[in-house]
């Protein structure tokens, strides 16, 4: 078995090496695509206490979407020079976690196809079942030669697996954790979605959703991001994160608090500047030009920073009492939901 070099897997073994031990790696699967074998990292930095609170970043799901990758990397990048000299950071981390799978998919990311290598779309691939219309691009069993086929229904693949592992491992046991899943692909604009994506129904922690969201307005009125849930949009089947929440809801009730944010970058701006670019294999999910692809890999920086200071310091939108939690939930009504 031969270990085959992609350049993000290359650039996330050179900041691994970086980290040395300031850093825990796990490799928490391998996966086997013919005579090759690819790893699945898993990078965490900062304490080791499962209660702490956990922002966790996740990337490469859909292989083709190989920008969300990028920006972890070059997020993780960031986060190795910090942890020379920082030391408001370093006191940070004292007190959370940041979790890394940059690479969920690396066959896909190898291959530059959406699905994995046996023609599995992962976020179609979990046994949550979408209610409502439906079309193909929802998930269905047809065929793995067809887009957007949700694989067997007997096991989920290994790197669904490996991506539920992680968070069961690290977001799960922490009574607060935040996780990110960057995506490319839908849209000109940036859009951050929360649960359901099978469902139109308000899931569990909206009114602590809207009142994060209310602070990120404030914070930052000028933001990019169009917030709301993934089912505003449209319903699939098989969404990996419906399937977690519902599994964590299910353990921990309300007693913690877990919120699966999916980043989705809207790429079809940088379609509608050079339209040529949807002829090119990755032109519809990724910067083809260098100047745009560096703008996208720092443009979401603050965010990160922003979701880290919020879950240490999470009090004001997390512990609502009964009556701003009716309040919140009506408007969330309202803005999300009519
Ligand atoms: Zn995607």
Same mark, same amino acid.
């Given at each position: 078995?031969?270990?085959?070099?992609?350049?993000?897997?290359?650039?996330?073994?050179?900041?691994?090496?970086?980290?040395?031990?300031?850093?825990?790696?796990?490799?928490? /699967?391998?996966?086997?695509?013919?005579?090759?074998?690819?790893?699945?990292?898993?990078?965490?930095?900062?304490?080791?206490?499962?209660?702490?609170?956990?922002l966790?970043?996740?990337?490469?799901?859909?292989?083709?979407?190989?920008?969300?990758?990028?920006?972890?990397?070059?997020?993780?990048? /960031?986060v190795?020079?910090?942890?020379?000299?920082?030391?408001?950071?370093?006191? !940070?981390?004292?007190?959370?976690?940041?979790?890394?799978?940059?690479?969920?998919?690396?066959?896909?990311?190898?291959?530059? /196809?959406?699905? &994995?290598? &046996?023609?599995?779309?992962?976020?179609?691939?979990?046994?949550?079942?979408?209610?409502?219309? !439906?079309r193909?691009?929802?998930?269905?069993?047809?065929?793995?030669r067809?887009p957007?086929?949700?694989?067997?229904?007997?096991?989920?693949?290994?790197?669904?697996?490996?991506?539920?592992?992680?968070?069961?491992?690290?977001?799960?046991?922490?009574?607060?954790?935040?996780?990110?899943?960057?995506?490319?692909?839908?849209?000109?604009?940036d859009?951050?979605?929360?649960?359901y994506?099978?469902?139109?129904?308000?899931?569990?922690?909206?009114?602590?959703?809207?009142?994060?969201?209310? !602070?990120?307005?404030?914070?930052?009125?000028?933001?990019?991001?169009?917030?709301?849930?993934?089912?505003?949009?449209?319903?699939?089947?098989?969404?990996l994160?419906?399937?977690?929440?519902?599994?964590?809801?299910?353990?921990?009730?309300?007693?913690?608090?877990?919120?699966?944010? /999916?980043?989705?970058?809207?790429?079809?701006?940088w379609?509608?500047?050079?339209?040529?670019?949807?002829?090119?294999?990755?032109?519809?999910?990724?910067?083809?030009?260098p100047?745009?692809?560096?703008?996208?890999?720092?443009?979401?920086?603050m965010?990160f920073?922003?979701l880290?200071?919020s879950?240490?310091?999470?009090?004001?939108?997390?512990?609502?009492?009964?009556?701003?939690?009716?309040?919140?939930?009506?408007?969330?009504?309202?803005?999300?939901?009519?």
């Open positions: 078995m031969t270990g085959v070099k992609f350049p993000e897997l290359d650039q996330l073994e050179r900041i691994i090496d970086q980290l040395g031990a300031r850093a825990q790696v796990d490799v928490v /699967t391998q996966i086997q695509y013919y005579d090759i074998e690819f790893p699945i990292y898993c990078i965490s930095v900062g304490t080791t206490e499962l209660d702490a609170p956990v966790g970043f996740f990337g490469g799901v859909h292989g083709l979407e190989k920008i969300g990758s990028e920006v972890i990397l070059s997020y993780l990048q /960031t190795a020079q910090l942890l020379d000299w920082d030391r408001e950071f370093l006191n !940070r981390l004292e007190r959370m976690r940041l979790v890394f799978v940059p690479i969920v998919n690396p066959v896909g990311v190898y291959l530059g /196809t959406r699905s &994995n290598g &046996n023609g599995v779309d992962l976020m179609r691939n979990s046994p949550a079942e979408g209610s409502g219309k !439906r193909l691009y929802s998930g269905h069993r047809i065929s793995a067809l957007w086929y949700r694989g067997n229904k007997v096991a989920m693949e290994l790197e669904a697996q490996a991506l539920c592992s992680v968070v069961e491992r690290h977001l799960f046991n922490s009574h607060l954790s935040i996780a990110l899943d960057l995506h490319s692909g839908f849209g000109v604009r859009r951050l979605w929360f649960p994506a099978s469902k139109k129904t308000p899931f569990t922690f909206i009114a602590e959703t809207l009142s994060l969201k209310e !602070r990120y307005d404030r914070c930052y009125p000028h933001h990019i991001y169009t917030i709301e849930p993934t089912c505003k949009e449209y319903v699939i089947n098989g969404d994160w419906d399937y977690l929440f519902d599994e964590f809801v299910e353990q921990f009730g309300s007693d913690r608090l877990f919120l699966p944010f /999916t980043l989705e970058m809207g790429s079809w701006i379609l509608r500047k050079n339209p040529m670019h949807l002829f090119l294999k990755h032109g519809l999910f990724h910067p083809i030009l100047h745009r692809q560096q703008r996208i890999l720092r443009r979401h920086f965010l920073d922003f880290q200071r879950l240490l310091y999470s009090e004001q939108w997390t512990k609502l009492d009964q009556q701003q939690r009716q309040l919140n939930i009506n408007k969330a009504l309202r803005l999300w939901y009519e």
